[in-house]
């Protein structure tokens, strides 16, 4: 069975995940909850007017700024934050400062990416390369540099921009559908493109049966992992949740094609495949001297044995 990607909505990024904050509340002194004071917690703070004529409705959070971004007509475009801190919208690009509230829009044509005189020069980094691209029609990652072990890429798609990588937000799905995952090494500046092998993208259905057991596991950055231990193997189905809730897988891993390549960005791969009880390793994020976590599949049903499993 092949290795399959499909689109990875992360901020991959998917790459790194930011959990909801709960602000503690003094039950001594807590305002009492009234129509009134829940109207004033949501009122924005600013109103930023866009390029393009969408406004950005700015919110102060109890650690830092989110806004709202919708069309002259009202329509919401998406949320800006620490997860996700740009968009891109009839070819401008939309960015907020999670620190500051600041948000602000360019228009692509004026990025100058590629350049020695790009768009991120201006906040203090250099053009140091472009990466090719698949695909074609002059697809690349235009590669800054603001510190010595700080990159960010800019990645252009047919033209357009498709996606802005840095140490937070390290990759993304590009092209119809997802079919590219692109991944930034913010600290080295590279810049790697894995293609979805699958037929549709989907692949085959899940595992079913009476002799299939499963259970789901976080491995962080916004991605899930259904784990499937089943007569003939284990199966991890790795995936996010699309803007309509349902499951996006983006790869999947079974008996023959056990791990993930070692360029993809992230580890993923099953070992102990051939036992009663395989194990799941994974690490999707973390810095010099994180180490990748590690957990069992599912044990088979009383009665279910694996297929010349082997202890």
């Not at 009476?210 to 992992?225: D, F, L, P, R, Y």
């Not at 279910?304 to 202890?311: A, E, I, L, S, W």
Request: net charge positive.
């Amino acid at each position: 069975m092949s290795r399959r990607r499909h689109t990875l909505r992360i901020a991959l990024a998917s790459a790194a995940v930011a959990g909801a904050v709960l602000a503690p509340v003094s039950t001594a002194f807590a305002a009492p909850h009234t129509p009134a004071a829940a109207a004033a917690k949501s009122s924005p703070v600013r109103t930023v007017k866009l390029l393009d004529g969408s406004v950005a409705k700015v919110y102060k959070g109890a650690k830092e700024y989110r806004a709202e971004v919708l069309t002259s007509k009202g329509k919401k475009l998406g949320t800006l934050d620490s997860k996700r801190p740009y968009l891109t919208h009839e070819h401008i690009l939309i960015e907020i400062d999670v620190n500051t509230g600041k948000v602000g829009s360019v228009r692509e044509k004026d990025l100058g990416l590629g350049t020695d005189k790009g768009f991120h020069q201006a906040r203090g980094g250099s053009h140091v390369g472009n990466t090719p691209l698949p695909g074609g029609h002059g697809n690349r990652a235009a590669v800054y540099q603001k510190w010595r072990y700080e990159h960010t890429a800019f990645v252009v798609w047919n033209g357009n921009l498709a996606a802005v990588l840095d140490a937070k937000h390290p990759q993304a799905l590009v092209g119809k559908g997802g079919e590219y995952l692109v991944k930034l090494n913010a600290r080295s500046g590279k810049v790697t493109a894995l293609k979805d092998k699958g037929s549709n993208g989907q692949g085959s259905a899940l595992p079913s049966g009476q002799c299939v057991a499963k259970k789901t596991e976080s491995i962080g950055a916004g991605a899930m992992a259904g784990l499937y231990n089943t007569p003939r193997g284990p199966e991890a189905w790795l995936y996010t949740a699309g803007d309509d809730g349902r499951p996006v897988y983006f790869a999947h891993l079974d008996r023959k094609h056990p791990s993930l390549p070692k360029d993809a960005g992230i580890i993923a791969k099953i070992t102990n495949v051939g036992s009663v009880q395989p194990k799941f390793v994974f690490q999707t994020q973390g810095g010099a001297g994180s180490h990748p976590a590690t957990t069992l599949f599912p044990k088979l049903p009383k009665g279910c044995v694996v297929v010349n499993h082997v202890k």
